[in-house]
C-alpha cells in the first residue's frame, strides 16, 4: 500500500558514470520533491516540481537534473556521480505547496534509495 | 551553519520517558514538526505543532514549544522498543522543510 515508492532502495554506481533514481506516487498530489540526505546529517532539499514547473534550490550543483514525465512519476538524474554524492536520496510529495499541515500541504516520503559511488 | 540543531544520540531504558530537543532559527515558521525514520524507512510525520501553541500533546507524545528560546522538544512518554528511531525536527517555510540531523533514539531493556 505504499504511496510514494522509491526505486531502487539500493544503487550502485561507478564514479562518473550516469544514473538516474526513480520515484512513483499513487497520490496524484501536484509537488514532488528530491532530498539529499547525507550520513548523519539533516535531509537538504535539491529541487521541486509543482506540477510541470521545476524548482531548482540556489545550491543544488549543475550535476543533479531532475525529469517528471508526468504527474505520477519523477526522476533524479545525476550526470557524473562524485564519491560525494553518496548519500540516501529522498523522494517526497504533497498535495500543495507548502510546509503546513492539512490535507493539501502535508509531505508524504518514500523510503528512500541510497547512493553508493564505486 | 544548520539552521535546526538537535543532539545526535539519545540512549533510553524501556519504560521511561524520552525527550529529544531541537533548536531552530527562522522564527516565521508556521509549523514545526518531529518526523521518525525508522531503520530502512522513509520519513514519517509523528507529530506537529503550531507556532502559536506551547504544547500540543498527543497519547505518549508531548511537543513543547517554546517561541522566545526557539526551542522543541519532544517527550515520549513509558518508551517501547518500537520507539527505536532516528527522529528528526523540523521547521517549514512556505514551500520546504528544513531538518535537523536527527536524534537517533536508542532503546535498551
Known amino acids: 500500500d505504499a504511496m510514494v515508492i522509491q526505486n531502487p532502495r539500493y544503487q550502485v554506481t561507478q564514479f562518473g558514470k550516469p544514473v538516474t533514481l526513480s520515484c512513483s506516487q499513487t497520490l496524484n498530489h501536484n509537488v514532488m520533491y528530491w532530498y539529499q540526505q547525507k550520513s548523519s546529517q539533516a535531509p537538504k532539499l535539491l529541487f521541486h516540481?509543482?506540477?510541470?514547473?521545476?524548482?531548482n534550490e540556489a545550491d543544488t550543483p549543475d550535476n543533479f537534473q531532475s525529469r517528471r514525465p508526468n504527474t505520477s512519476f519523477c526522476f533524479l538524474d545525476i550526470r557524473s556521480p562524485g564519491l560525494g554524492d553518496a548519500a540516501m536520496y529522498l523522494c517526497?510529495?504533497?498535495?500543495?505547496?507548502?510546509?503546513?499541515?492539512?490535507?493539501?500541504?502535508?509531505?508524504?516520503f518514500g523510503q528512500g534509495t541510497r547512493l553508493t559511488v564505486v | 551553519g544548520e539552521d535546526v540543531e538537535q543532539s545526535l544520540f539519545l540512549s533510553v531504558r524501556e519504560g521511561d520517558s524520552s525527550v529529544i530537543n531541537c533548536t531552530y532559527t527562522d522564527s516565521s515558521s508556521t509549523y514545526l514538526y518531529w518526523y521518525k525514520q525508522e531503520p530502512g524507512a522513509g520519513l514519517q510525520l509523528l507529530t506537529y505543532?503550531?507556532?502559536?501553541?506551547d504544547m500540543k500533546q498527543d497519547q505518549r507524545l508531548t511537543v513543547l514549544l517554546n517561541k522566545k528560546d526557539k526551542h522543541l522538544s519532544l517527550r515520549i512518554a513509558d518508551t517501547q522498543t518500537g520507539d527505536s528511531a532516528i527522529y528528526f525536527c523540523a521547521e517549514g517555510d512556505d514551500y520546504k522543510l528544513s531538518f535537523g540531523a536527527g536524534t537517533t533514539v536508542t532503546v535498551r531493556a
Open positions: 517526497a510529495t504533497s498535495r500543495e505547496p507548502g510546509s503546513g499541515l492539512f490535507m493539501n500541504t502535508e509531505a508524504f
Open positions: 505543532i503550531f507556532s502559536n501553541m
Open positions: 516540481y509543482y506540477d510541470k514547473d521545476f524548482n
